[in-house]
């Protein structure tokens, strides 16, 4: 099976549509990586890149691109309302198939030595590829954005990056290289206009009150619609299925006397979760990936 | 998007395994084509290979294996359970991805052709590929197998082949060559022992009583677990998707008081089948096999 990682990486630009328009250069000069979409937000003035395809192809693509927005954004001329530590702010690197997360960890502190190597750019590692406790947490490592950091650190603050000299770049800050699993950002809507159920079902579902592991979840009104809508990232859909936090959904909206009116994806879902939700569905006894007449197909072309 | 079809054929060959060796090498002989399974029954005399590929590779391959078959299999020789015309028994040409049934139809006709160039052996169309209403179905084109036909068109009967000189091939019959949908065999297994449960199931989600369309369905037992199974072929799953045969076979079990145990494939399914499955069971508003993250990486490698 060939191996597949995503790479998501964050910059400090959401409006200069030629620096876009480089960055996405940067990402497409390299063979065998795939840019499949390209978010930019005026208010924000950030931009978030996908690309895809086999781990060491967009491994370089992620140093390359990195580079290219330290030559062009200028973090000392930066204003916009999303915190920001680098012209590259953020840089996760995540396993889609056929890799583990470890091995993208490993890609992530790699990835880190060469942007240090390269383009003079220091690094903090964050999530999984962190290395101390407290730098897990990406608003930890982010605390007090460029300005802030920059004075802390010439003041001597022992938040120095992981790689580097001890201080920030002079423009493009540093970048917070990581390693995570695959974000699905999953909504369910409502068939109710009542904004208090989705926020009772969210904070009932949702890890931090205590509800299903891996799902982060919020009640939010779609008004251009009336309805009511529980928006959610699920952050480890192998440990905590897509097709599972739907079920749970229903059941509560149920409680309430509500139905679910339907339900969306923001950007991808692996192949992977939608087999597993199939599986789940139809209550299948034996189902594999190789159940699949293409996934058989492929991996005999790929052996 | 890559094209993809499938091809099925059967043989009059389950016993000897250097005949069954010989038809595998002549399809894996093409460069392309994969062949995903072998199945072959001592009792039935029979064997079905499922091979997969581009429609021009699969189309090389389906020929040349018809014609070792017919060079190796002796219909004068051949006695098992299994209805049989030809040495190559059955050629069915199956859409699988990017490719309509019209297509396959073309292939079908240029492998009868090919067939009787090169092999000198006859060949009938049916299904899809039929030339006349009264071929469309196989156990019309078969009606007093290779024996029988072999002496009616002796006798001068109307019923010659569509390509050939009127008269079937003296060991190797005729090929009936056809072209038709993805055929999934798919079995509910019913939490009950009771035999005429399953069976009443069956006759109520049957076309052939007035049920679902594209749904062939009988009731069986599976002894080895005591419990009662509904055994289906599903002709069109687009037209009556998998996940809607389930939600029937489960309401009109739990109308008897019993629950689905589980569900089982013989075979593969078509990853559009499961994406439509996936779909309607977690109520997607919009949800395009382009959601899935391996599906626009291949799209985008591909285009």
New interface residues.
Partial sequence: MRK?I?CVPNFSEGREESTLMALARAIESVPNV?L?GREADIDHHRSVFTM??EPEAVLEAAIRVVGEAAARIDLTRHRGEHLRLGAADVLPFVP??GVSLTECVELAWRAGEAIWQRFGVPVYFYEAAAKSPDRVRLEDVRRGQFEGLLQELKAGSGRVPDIGAGQLHPTAGAVIVGARKFLIAYNI?LATDRLEIAKAIAKKIRTSSGGLPHVKAMGMMLHSRGLAQVSMNLTDFEQTP??EV?AAVEREAAAYGVS??????IG????HA??M??R????????TSG???????DA??ES
């Avoid at 679910?260 to 994806?265: K, N, P, Q, T, Y």
């Avoid at 789940?280 to 189902?287: D, I, P, R, S, W």
């Fill in positions: 597949i995503e795939t499949l895809a395809g889609v198939r809507n897509v097709h739907f679910v009116a339907g339900s969306e994806l991808f879902i692996p192949r939608v087999e939700g199939f789940a569905a139809l209550k299948f006894e034996q189902f159940s699949v007449l293409e996934n058989a197909l005999k072309l």
